[in-house]
């Protein structure tokens, strides 16, 4: 029998629900608690696996190839546990699940309705994650007052009274805006927003009070008195330099042991594994410059998992790692001058990529550390078939279709296939790496599972050529077909992957290939 925890949030998105879940459940975890999360999005897309990175971030991919939202990556990194499809439900999924079984005569003539037809498949779906756990943490996508969040909040509210009051709990995630001209804190947004959330039958236990500056006493006191929850449970949650701090300071305030007790869990005092990494992100003595280049760099959420990799490389390195955001769309060769390393991320599309090009070119001109991820990788064989075999219409038949040398290419198989994602690699594939190679050494055994999201692989018709001008394969599909790895003969540190390394890394433990990375770029200081 599992306990729940429903996370909810008021007043404006992008208050860091994702976060703020993930650290409580990693504070459970270290209770000796087993604990799930799920993320309820109230979006109409399947998932979102077709949208720009602009309009959600980074897509996060997980074991069994679903493609979901990035504070799915959040969860990953912050508790011992894989997430999988049904950790990510969107409003897109439990529409198309209902309609789908009313048009095969599931109902049984009954007219179709959000209640209870749509609410009891939230319902379904959220007790798809309780088996095995002790605590299922669930966040509530979107913002109350929301038309799209309505039949997630009921579907928990019911939730709430079936399963009895004293197995679920309501976290509250609201914003306290700090008035600058006033100098003072205002808690009317946060009033309104529980008032909201009150009207449609949920009253907060626990409210997560986000705000640039911490929440004085005499303000938690006061929301205390106006939303009906104790002072102890209103809990400041000001911004943070670093996401792996917000685990310490709820600790700090005893939200940990608030949910255990409400539970009837015995609390047990242990010291939080959060402060070691803290202590290295914010105090290690050295510093290394990665300058991450691509198209997507506005908004710094479509690279969310490859930061917070580099991040887990400085980590295991003892080192501080400072990120450089260049836009391939408008790149220019002085801003590689003063970086240690390079990174090429994945990506879609032909937009920026004649500046990913130059990027490399550089990387590989200059010896220094480069690494290149999935399009990155696909990116590297452009330019080592331009650059160096001087097959200077090289390119990948996803920018141009007609081009005489594809040394990217769609495999046969896949060519006609027009439903989008039914020509994606997704998910966890395996990889044998050739002894003898960089990267054989770097992950100490010779077979690897790997995630992948790309539809493009490296045309084999090139690969003879490749080799002998001091390309090496050094990972393939385990029947040979397939290039996962390369890396250059010549170069200290020149590596590209087809999968995405980012996704299976977390603090502590970190990926093989960031920390190897990090390191290069140490030693080429």
Same mark, same amino acid.
């Given at each position: 029998m599992?306990?729940?925890?429903f996370?909810?949030?008021?007043?404006?998105?992008?208050?860091g629900?994702?976060?703020?879940?993930?650290?409580?459940a990693?504070l459970?975890?270290?209770?000796?608690l087993?604990?799930?999360?799920?993320?309820?999005?109230?979006?109409?897309?399947?998932?979102?696996?077709?949208?720009?990175?602009?309009?959600?971030?980074e897509?996060?991919?997980?074991?069994d190839?679903?493609?979901?939202?990035?504070?799915?990556?959040?969860?990953?990194?912050?508790?011992?546990?894989n997430?999988?499809?049904?950790n990510?439900?969107t409003?897109?999924?439990?529409y198309y699940?209902?309609i789908?079984?009313?048009?095969?005569?599931?109902?049984?003539?009954?007219?179709v309705?959000?209640?209870?037809?749509?609410?009891?498949?939230?319902?379904?779906?959220i007790?798809?994650?309780e088996?095995?756990?002790d605590?299922?943490?669930?966040?509530?996508?979107g913002?109350v007052?929301?038309?799209?969040s309505?039949?997630?909040?009921?579907?928990?509210?019911?939730?709430?009274?079936?399963?009895?009051?004293?197995?679920?709990?309501?976290?509250?995630t609201?914003?306290?805006?700090?008035?600058?001209?006033?100098g003072?804190?205002?808690?009317?947004p946060?009033?309104?927003?529980?008032?909201?959330?009150?009207?449609?039958?949920?009253?907060?236990?626990?409210?997560?009070?986000?705000?640039?500056?911490?929440?004085?006493?005499?303000?938690?006191?006061?929301?205390?008195l106006?939303?009906s929850?104790?002072?102890?449970?209103?809990?400041?949650?000001?911004?943070?330099?670093?996401?792996y701090?917000?685990p310490?300071?709820?600790k700090?305030?005893?939200?940990?042991?608030?949910?255990?007790?409400?539970?009837? $869990?015995?609390y047990?005092?242990?010291?939080?594994?959060?402060k070691?990494?803290?202590?290295v992100?914010?105090?290690?003595p050295?510093?290394?410059?990665?300058?991450?280049?691509?198209?997507?760099?506005?908004?710094?959420?479509?690279?969310?998992?490859?930061?917070e990799?580099?991040l887990?490389?400085?980590?295991?390195?003892?080192?501080r790692v400072?990120?450089?955001?260049?836009n391939?769309?408008?790149?220019?060769e002085?801003?590689l001058?003063e970086?240690?390393?390079?990174?090429?991320p994945?990506?879609?599309?032909?937009?920026?990529?004649?500046?990913k090009?130059?990027?490399?070119?550089?990387?590989?001109e200059?010896?220094?550390?480069?690494?290149?991820i999935c399009?990155?990788?696909?990116?590297?064989?452009?330019?080592f078939?331009?650059?160096?075999?001087?097959?200077?219409?090289?390119n990948s038949?996803?920018?141009?279709?007609?081009?005489?040398?594809?040394?990217?290419?769609?495999?046969e198989?896949q060519?006609?296939?027009?439903?989008?994602?039914?020509?994606?690699?997704?998910?966890?594939y395996?990889?044998r790496?050739?002894?003898?190679?960089?990267?054989r050494?770097?992950?100490?055994q010779?077979l690897?599972?790997?995630?992948?999201?790309h539809?493009?692989? $490296?045309?084999?018709?090139y690969?003879?050529?490749?080799e002998?001008?001091g390309?090496?394969?050094?990972?393939?599909?385990?029947?040979?077909?397939?290039?996962?790895?390369?890396?250059?003969?010549?170069?200290?540190w020149?590596?590209?992957c087809q999968?995405h390394?980012?996704f299976r890394?977390k603090? $502590?433990?970190?990926?093989?290939?960031?920390?190897?990375?990090?390191?290069?770029?140490?030693?080429?200081?």
């Amino acid at each position: 029998m599992a306990y729940y925890i429903f996370v909810t949030g008021g007043v404006l998105s992008s208050l860091g629900k994702g976060v703020a879940s993930a650290s409580l459940a990693s504070l459970l975890e270290e209770q000796g608690l087993k604990v799930n999360i799920q993320k309820l999005d109230p979006y109409l897309n399947v998932d979102p696996g077709t949208m720009s990175p602009y309009q959600h971030g980074e897509v996060y991919v997980t074991e069994d190839g679903a493609e979901t939202d990035l504070d799915l990556g959040h969860y990953e990194r912050f508790i011992n546990r894989n997430m999988a499809k049904k950790n990510n439900v969107t409003a897109g999924r439990v529409y198309y699940n209902v309609i789908r079984r009313e048009r095969e005569g599931g109902y049984l003539g009954a007219t179709v309705q959000v209640i209870p037809h749509i609410t009891d498949e939230i319902k379904r779906l959220i007790r798809e994650v309780e088996d095995g756990c002790d605590v299922v943490l669930v966040e509530v996508g979107g913002t109350v007052g929301d038309i799209e969040s309505l039949p997630f909040l009921e579907a928990v509210r019911q939730l709430s009274m079936e399963f009895g009051r004293e197995r679920v709990l309501f976290v509250h995630t609201t914003y306290v805006p700090f008035v600058k001209t006033a100098g003072e804190l205002k808690t009317k947004p946060t009033q309104h927003s529980v008032k909201e959330l009150r009207a449609i039958g949920i009253q907060p236990d626990v409210i997560l009070c986000r705000s640039e500056v911490e929440i004085p006493e005499g303000i938690k006191e006061k929301i205390a008195l106006f939303t009906s929850v104790k002072k102890s449970a209103v809990i400041s949650a000001p911004d943070a330099e670093f996401i792996y701090e917000v685990p310490l300071h709820f600790k700090e305030q005893k939200l940990d042991r608030l949910v255990v007790q409400r539970f009837g $869990f015995e609390y047990k005092e242990v010291e939080s594994k959060w402060k070691g990494i803290v202590h290295v992100l914010k105090s290690a003595p050295r510093e290394v410059r990665v300058a991450l280049v691509g198209k997507y760099v506005s908004l710094k959420d479509s690279y969310k998992s490859v930061t917070e990799a580099l991040l887990h490389g400085g980590i295991a390195n003892g080192v501080r790692v400072k990120i450089e955001w260049i836009n391939s769309e408008h790149y220019r060769e002085s801003a590689l001058d003063e970086v240690n390393g390079i990174l090429v991320p994945g990506g879609f599309g032909e937009r920026g990529v004649e500046g990913k090009l130059r990027a490399l070119t550089y990387g590989r001109e200059r010896k220094k550390p480069t690494f290149g991820i999935c399009l990155g990788m696909q990116l590297m064989c452009v330019e080592f078939a331009r650059e160096v075999l001087c097959l200077k219409e090289a390119n990948s038949t996803e920018f141009d279709p007609n081009t005489p040398h594809p040394v990217i290419d769609i495999m046969e198989e896949q060519k006609g296939i027009r439903e989008l994602g039914g020509t994606m690699r997704l998910g966890s594939y395996p990889c044998r790496l050739v002894p003898g190679t960089k990267v054989r050494e770097i992950y100490g055994q010779e077979l690897i599972q790997e995630r992948h999201r790309h539809r493009y692989e $490296f045309n084999n018709r090139y690969r003879e050529s490749f080799e002998r001008f001091g390309m090496v394969f050094s990972g393939l599909s385990p029947e040979g077909s397939l290039v996962e790895v390369l890396e250059l003969r010549e170069h200290p540190w020149y590596i590209g992957c087809q999968f995405h390394p980012e996704f299976r890394s977390k603090p $502590f433990q970190p990926h093989p290939l960031f920390v190897s990375f990090i390191s290069a770029c140490l030693e080429g200081q």
